[in-house]
């Protein structure tokens, strides 16, 4: 016992001395917190974004002299990048993956300049709130990386023999003009949906937008009655590859999931390639009751903002639209 004391001992005090380094605790990183609440204001004009004026609800003939009878708006898909953008950049490393529970409120015209504040708040590291104070607001999720696409419903029913061209669908049913009109082709048209060819054309959000046409086409071709509508809600957009990456020609298949005298709902998945480049989950448009079939087409024109107003123009809380007002505003 007295021996292994003695060697105890002598290991002790022949222990190396410790290093100084060892001793120095190492500083704490603390990263820089990202501030809970951010803000941007948001500045939308025809001068800064002239492609605007092919998203008119009115159409007038050509060359007509006063902008406001024509009712420039910005798309709901152009809306709604602008807020990803805006979050994204309050973290410049990460990515857009998805954008969620979109809701819009009224039109966001720019005959006059549109200027409103968005105000954003992060809810989770990577998760914001942003939000235009009685116009629109939406959640915007970044990430560091995009999953892997999983398998998607595609099926869209029964065919049905209906036809068009991009010319019809752009001469008898959208009010579209060329910056945002991107579907090239009907490849296909089921009791449950719709298969076509669209692209992007110039306009902030035309891509998407083009999308929310083709269901809104669907609905012209397949309903019998209140076949006018326009999107309200998304509940959510998940993207796969950048969201900018936009060029070229993209399959799009618009899947209807609920249809009721108020609503229509669709799920719709963009590939491009044969590689899914984003799917929207709950594309819903509100359907309006409509006595006559012309469509998403004006039946006529309004020549001067006081006849517009006489025959009471579209509100989103009012629910009424003139019959010169098209369908699907998306």
């Not at 492609?51 to 902008?67: A, K």
């Not at 993956?97 to 039109?107: A, E, P, T, Y």
């Not at 799917?279 to 903002?305: A, D, E």
Request: overall charge neutral; hydrophobic content about 40%; proline content about 6%.
């Amino acid at each position: 016992m007295i021996r292994m004391q003695e060697e105890v001992l002598t290991l002790f005090q022949n222990r190396p001395a410790p290093s100084s380094a060892a001793t120095v605790a190492k500083p704490v990183v603390v990263e820089k917190p990202v501030d809970r609440h951010f803000s941007k204001i948001l500045q939308v004009n025809l001068d800064s974004h002239p492609y605007l004026i092919d998203h008119s609800l009115l159409r007038q003939p050509q060359g007509w002299p006063e902008v406001a009878d024509m009712e420039p708006v910005i798309p709901m898909t152009m809306i709604f990048e602008l807020l990803a953008e805006i979050a994204q950049a309050e973290q410049p490393a990460t990515k857009i993956h998805k954008i969620m529970h979109v809701s819009v409120f009224q039109w966001m015209n720019v005959a006059k300049p549109f200027e409103k504040m968005v105000k954003g708040e992060w809810r989770s590291a990577q998760l914001a709130y942003l939000d235009i104070e009685n116009f629109a607001n939406a959640e915007v999720a970044l990430s560091t990386a995009y999953p892997v696409a999983p398998q998607f419903d595609l099926s869209i029913g029964e065919p049905l023999p209906i036809t068009r061209t991009s010319e019809e669908i752009y001469d008898k049913h959208m009010f579209h003009g060329t910056a945002y009109q991107g579907i090239m082709e009907v490849t296909a048209v089921g009791k449950k949906g719709i298969r076509g060819k669209i692209k992007g054309n110039g306009g902030k959000g035309s891509l998407l937008d083009n999308a929310g046409q083709l269901f809104g086409l669907w609905l012209q071709l397949t309903l019998t009655k209140d076949r006018i509508a326009f999107p309200v809600k998304i509940k959510e957009i998940e993207f796969f590859d950048e969201i900018h990456n936009q060029d070229g020609l993209f399959e799009c298949t618009c899947v209807l999931t609920e249809l009721n005298d108020e609503f229509a709902i669709a799920n719709i998945t963009l590939q491009r390639n044969g590689k899914v480049w984003c799917s929207i989950r709950g594309w819903q448009n509100r359907r309006l009751k409509s006595t006559k079939r012309c469509g998403m087409f004006p039946c006529r024109h309004y020549t001067t903002v006081s006849q517009r107003k006489s025959h009471q123009l579209f509100s989103f809380s009012t629910r009424h639209i003139p019959v010169s007002l098209p369908g699907t505003l998306s």
